[in-house]
């Protein structure tokens, strides 16, 4: 594993859990020594990392996840990595890099015989993760078993060649960008409309038994718990290089696609932060997966 922030360490822990062996690199030391109690072997540098793997795969061959922020950081190991590798080695980039940037990238490696697999991750229910893999079929089968390790009672997909994994992804956020949006202005309006709804009511109801159900709405039942008006935090949501991607691409393949656009739109908006549908879609993306919101102007919340 290299790149040990919240994502990594998080599927380091999981595959110790799951009686995996793995080792670590992160320039961080201390990230390093807290996953060593747990079971991880700490490397201080991708070079020791690839001695390490030598020694404890039977096979010799590197198995290497990249868990690091996309654009140049990527380009960055992989051009410290190369040199490391040897013939038939993978690289798995399982962050949230541009589909044509890890096309791209797999023809480079492929020059000096490597394998480069394209992960899409989004957060499933519990600590498992919904799992969309790109890539040649030999490597993809071999590391079946950490994708298996890693992935809901669904189990992964292996979607098809490299790239398809990162596509399927930036599809998914967009998708979810709009759903959250039509949620945030459903929400607005039944907050603002004729009658005193209790919102935490109605998403516990729709979650349980309606066509509308979904784990987004288990999660607002839990947030408008805690905060009915979601007062104490503004509707600032961080933009999303995913979605913006995603229109992109509809627009180059001449696909109508309104509500990703408007969603896009929509995160702009969200700057504003006065919004009662921007709060609600700060807050569940909160909720899920750890996005940062801003309290209040005026709060110290």
């Known amino acids: 594993m290299v790149g040990l922030g919240r994502m990594g360490s998080d599927l380091v822990r999981h595959l110790l859990g799951k009686g995996h062996r793995v080792a670590g690199f992160d320039p961080v ?3 390093r020594q807290e996953l060593a109690k747990a079971g991880m072997l700490p490397a201080d540098s991708l070079s020791s990392l690839l001695r390490l793997l030598r020694s404890e795969e039977g096979d010799g061959r590197a198995r290497i996840w990249l868990s690091i922020p996309a654009g140049p950081p990527v380009d960055d190991v992989l051009l410290q990595l190369t040199p ?9 980039d399982a962050g949230a890099s541009r ?9 480079l490696l492929a020059q000096s015989g ?4 394209d992960a899409g991750i989004t957060i499933g229910t519990g600590d498992h993760l919904s799992l969309v893999v790109g890539g040649e079929k030999e490597p993809v089968a071999d590391l079946g078993p950490v994708f298996d390790a890693l992935s809901s009672a669904a ?7 490299v790239g398809s994994g990162h596509f399927v992804k930036m599809v998914g956020e967009g998708i979810e960008s709009a759903f959250l949006q039509i949620l945030g202005e459903g929400f607005d309006l039944m907050r603002h409309g004729p009658f005193d709804l209790d919102l935490a009511a109605v998403s516990r ?9 979904s784990r987004w709405l288990e999660l607002l039942a839990h947030v408008f718990e ?12 961080e933009s999303s290089d995913e979605v913006r991607w995603a229109g992109e691409t509809a627009i180059e393949y001449k696909i109508f696609s309104p509500l990703l656009t408007l969603a896009l739109m929509q995160g702009s908006v969200s700057r504003q932060g006065e919004i009662f549908s921007t709060r609600l879609v700060a807050a569940l993306r909160n909720a899920s997966g750890g996005h940062p919101v801003l309290p209040e102007r005026g709060s110290s919340a």
């Open 29 to 31: 030391a201390p990230v």
């Open 84 to 92: 490391l590798l040897v013939k038939g080695d993978v690289v798995v």
């Open 99 to 107: 589909f044509t940037d890890t096309v791209r990238r797999s023809r």
């Open 114 to 117: 490597l394998f480069l697999l």
């Open 155 to 161: 189990g992964y997909l292996h979607a098809g060649p």
């Open 205 to 213: 109801i729709w979650a349980g038994g309606s066509v509308a159900g």
């Open 226 to 237: 805690g905060n009915p008006t979601l007062s104490s935090l503004r509707g600032y949501a």
